[in-house]
């Protein structure tokens, strides 16, 4: 089946350092990934949408010149978190659709990657 | 956006009984997914049900669709204190696979 993987799983950064996170498709190309933001015993929001090789649509209320998305292949996404604040602490987690093989037509999350900015 | 509701927003119940926990959306959907996520951890996808479905099974899963009133129902039967988790809806209006997440149950089942 489809797998996705992130990177790292748990990070613990000083304020004001840039984070990045990876998402991988690990035995599919990915076409389209997307990213989740989870506070806390609250649901997950909907960061961006990135798709291969162009840029991010991100959903209002999300900065893009802090959360800033990069899909360059079709098995990677980052996501970097740029002058990381306290208030960004969070799991991030990232899911990813093919069109062909395994990860087609379906949406395969990674475990998630949680922050904590001291 | 945000925009399913689930109620209720914590359960907890004896190992053998059922659980249900409700959704409801705001605007129309092609297919309504139900996951499970572990404190802390990844989601798990369990069912989906397509707009013009009312009603699915998978072990010991059940969901219904209600597309006139909005909302859909997820069954647990016979539950386990394994089922321990939190479950959501989530909602997907196009063929772009972007899904809206309610706000989630925390079900807790006691041994």
């Known amino acids: 089946g489809a797998v996705v993987s992130q990177h790292p799983s748990w990070v613990i950064c000083k304020s004001g350092t840039s984070v990045k996170i990876e998402c991988r498709s690990l035995?599919?190309?990915?076409?389209?990934m997307f990213w989740y933001r989870q506070f806390p015993k609250q649901s997950l929001m909907l960061m961006a949408t990135?798709?291969?090789?162009?840029?991010?649509?991100?959903e209002q209320g999300v900065e893009k010149d802090k959360f800033l998305i990069n899909h360059a292949s079709l098995t990677l996404s980052t996501l970097t978190v740029t002058s990381a604040h306290p208030e960004d602490s969070s799991f991030y987690i990232c899911s990813a659709r093919g069109s062909v093989g395994p990860g087609a037509n379906v949406l395969t999350f990674g475990a998630g990657s949680r922050l904590t900015v001291l | 956006s945000q925009q399913g509701e689930e109620d209720p927003q914590a359960l907890s119940i004896q190992e053998g009984e059922n659980a249900t926990m409700n959704c409801s959306y705001k605007t129309s959907i092609n297919n309504l997914q139900w996951y499970r996520q572990n404190s802390g951890r990844g989601l798990v996808h369990l069912i989906l049900?397509?707009?013009?479905?009312r009603e699915k099974h998978s072990g010991r899963l059940r969901v219904t669709l209600d597309t006139s009133k909005k909302s859909s129902s997820l069954l647990i039967t016979a539950s386990r204190a394994a089922d321990t988790a939190s479950y959501f809806c989530a909602s997907s209006g196009g063929s772009n696979y972007k899904l809206t997440f309610g706000k989630g149950t925390l079900l807790t089942v006691n041994p």
């Open positions: 035995d599919f190309q990915a076409t389209t």
């Open positions: 990135s798709n291969e090789g162009s840029k991010a649509t991100y």
């Open positions: 049900i397509r707009s013009n479905e």
